[in-house]
């Protein structure tokens, strides 16, 4: 019986494996030919050939695209050292990286011309929001996290109730708060570029997510350590930073990569309020009337590149969490 | 008590900016704050409607069809990334390599990729991949897909083609169709590791005393494992449940028209923005607490 629907099973991934094979390979088109891709009866890659610039780079003056390109290395650089090594020259590092960030991206000093940044597009926009999104995001998640576990009624509730509130609505809505409400509440003259307010948006929500998550990892803290936090007569600010904090950062570290994870693909949703991310870029290319109908080559295209970053991600987090298994807490 | 009357006071002065700045905006722009608008007429038609709706019923009721439309793919996302995701969980612990190796690459493939990324390509598969109604795919007899979308026999009729498309039976839109997959898959592959890890943590010696007794690996499974394994899937289940709601709101990437999708609509056509998103929120939040209440009831009879 088991041999049987193994067998069964084998045939039919053999017969749609190649199915696939023959569509995405033997009889695709490599040429960027609309008309060739047209009379083919395989995947047309040629699209991606075509508009691999304007996925990668967006709107970005064309001239200068080795400058998003440069920052788009710099940055993935920098996460992987931060994932590979753990020392406090990271600091540093990072904040070095961003101000060269910052320069090559925007420009107008060492004579590079200068790009606003409603033209930004792409990779680089994508990895731009999911990093400013998690360093702000990150502090705030703490606060949030130690105030809902606080004696103070007050403060507990105001945590719990702006965390069940990000949590309880879809990040759409959050979105759209931001695009839509937020010039509202600013005071009249003072207005916020699109990418500020989207970046202000996925900051609120990761913040209540990851501060889900440092919960956790405060709640696996024994009380005895509190208790020894105590004796030694370390008040709430010190036992907190110097005893609490480090261990529950610890422990919180495979669910915060999980959240991250998650953030990452989130970042994705901005398309919806009009910013030039990677997904968006991919969405654009398609409306070039020569181009349309090949949506199902460049959604894959845009799957590989999303499951690169994200598979990578969680074989780092798997990763973690078997060494976190091995020493203990 | 410092701290508190401290974080009270930056919290009321941060509110009362916020008012006050909104408030001299709103007068600035003259939009008109409140909800009277809801009883203006729309003016817009809707796709798909679960009731009578035209153009020129009001606001309210377009927003009642887009919340029934969230309703109606978020239930059946629900049934169906239930029934698909135990599936693949319990195929991933089955003893059978190749069934298990699918699998986990099922999961994997699926969690990692944005779930818009999904959505968009089954959107492109269905109307773009599928041959137009008169050389429509014809699976099983009477069921047709097409680029118009999916049609299917119900005990009311079977779709014929009529002119440029078929009439008659059951019809799934591209839209709905390609929201109901994209989300049931999605969700199936999260559902798939709770399910997981929910047998996992029966502890091993309930296997064996289960299997002393002369139960067959079917029966441990039922009688014995999926009592115990139920306490610990269902919390995480619940949220996956609100996931895939909330989830069905990127509806309006791929032009569905659920409840973000016409309040986007309405606040373009009235500008009414604060209302609008304070709608989007009170319904989901609403739905949120009442799914959480709904399973805490239930957790509770189970313990």
């Known amino acids: 019986m088991k041999k049987i629907l193994n067998l069964f099973l084998f045939i039919l991934i053999c017969y749609w494996g190649w199915k696939f094979v023959g569509w995405a390979l033997v009889r695709a088109v490599w040429q960027p030919d609309p008309q060739a891709c047209r009379a083919a009866s395989g995947a047309c890659w040629g699209f991606i050939v075509e508009k691999h610039r304007l996925i990668a780079f967006g709107t970005y003056p064309y001239e200068e695209h080795w400058r998003p390109a440069l920052s788009s290395v710099l940055l993935v650089a920098l996460w992987i050292l931060t994932a590979v090594v753990r020392r406090w020259w990271l600091i540093p590092a990072w904040i070095l990286g961003l101000i060269s960030i910052g320069v090559l991206m925007w420009g107008g000093v060492f004579g590079l011309p200068y790009v606003e940044n409603e033209r930004w597009g792409g990779l680089i926009l994508t990895l731009l929001l999911t990093t400013f999104g998690l360093a702000f995001a990150f502090p705030l998640s703490i606060l949030l996290a130690l105030g809902r576990r606080s004696t103070l009624p007050l403060v507990r509730a105001l945590c719990v109730a702006y965390i069940e509130l990000i949590r309880g609505v879809p990040l759409i809505s959050v979105l759209f708060m931001a695009s839509v409400m937020l010039p509202l509440f600013l005071p009249a003259g003072v207005s916020v570029d699109k990418l500020l307010r989207a970046q202000i948006a996925l900051i609120l929500f990761a913040a209540a997510y990851l501060a889900e998550a440092v919960r956790g990892g405060l709640q696996a803290i024994p009380g005895h350590q509190y208790e020894a936090a105590d004796a030694l007569g370390l008040n709430y600010f010190q036992s907190t930073s110097w005893i609490i904090l480090p261990q529950a950062l610890r422990i919180a570290v495979p669910p915060l990569v999980n959240t991250c994870i998650g953030f990452f693909k989130d970042t994705s949703l901005v398309l919806i309020i009009g910013l030039f991310d990677l997904l968006s870029t991919i969405k654009v290319s398609l409306s070039d009337p020569a181009w349309t109908g090949f949506g199902v080559e460049a959604y894959l295209f845009a799957a590989a590149a999303y499951f690169i970053f994200c598979y990578s991600m969680s074989l780092y987090s798997r990763r973690l969490e078997v060494s976190a298994g091995r020493f203990g807490r | ?303």
């Not at chain 2, 118009?148 to 839209?175: H, I, K």
């Not at chain 2, 709770?194 to 441990?220: K, N, S």
């Not at chain 2, 304070?278 to 399973?295: D, E, G, K, P």
Request: charged share 10%; net charge positive; with cysteine.
């Open chain 2, 1 to 303: 008590m410092a701290v508190q009357a401290l974080a009270a006071a930056l919290v009321i002065a941060a509110a009362a900016y916020l008012l006050f700045n909104t408030l001299a905006n709103l007068e600035a722009r003259r939009i008109a704050s409140g909800f009277a608008f809801l009883w203006h007429e729309a003016g817009f038609e809707i796709g798909e409607s679960a009731f009578a709706y035209g153009a020129a019923d009001s606001y309210f009721r377009a927003l009642l069809v887009g919340l029934a439309n969230t309703f109606k793919v978020a239930v059946l996302g629900i049934v169906a990334a239930t029934v698909l995701g135990t599936a693949i969980g319990l195929f991933r612990l089955s003893g059978n390599r190749l069934l298990a190796g699918l699998s986990s690459c099922y999961v994997e493939l699926l969690r990692n990729v944005p779930l818009l990324v999904q959505l968009f390509f089954w959107y492109a598969l269905i109307t773009e991949g599928l041959p137009a109604p008169r050389e429509a795919l014809s699976p099983l007899p009477g069921v047709f897909l097409t680029n118009r979308g999916l049609f299917f026999p119900t005990f009311g009729g079977v779709p014929e083609l009529q002119g440029f498309n078929f009439a008659g039976g059951g019809a799934l839109s591209p839209e709905f169709a390609a929201l109901l997959i994209g989300l049931s898959l999605y969700t199936a592959a999260f559902i798939a590791e709770i399910v997981r890890a929910g047998v996992l943590a029966v502890r091993r010696d309930q296997w064996h005393a289960a299997q002393a007794l002369g139960l067959e690996r079917r029966d441990v499974l039922r009688y014995v494992v999926a009592p115990q394994a139920m306490r610990i899937i269902v919390p995480p289940l619940t949220s996956q449940y609100l996931n895939l709601t909330k989830n069905s709101s990127l509806a309006v990437a791929i032009g569905y028209p659920d409840l973000v999708s016409i309040a986007n609509t309405t606040i373009n056509q009235t500008g009414q923005a604060i209302e609008g998103v304070t709608i989007i929120m009170a319904v989901y939040l609403t739905i949120s607490l009442a799914i959480s209440a709904l399973m805490n009831r239930y957790n509770a009879r189970l313990r």
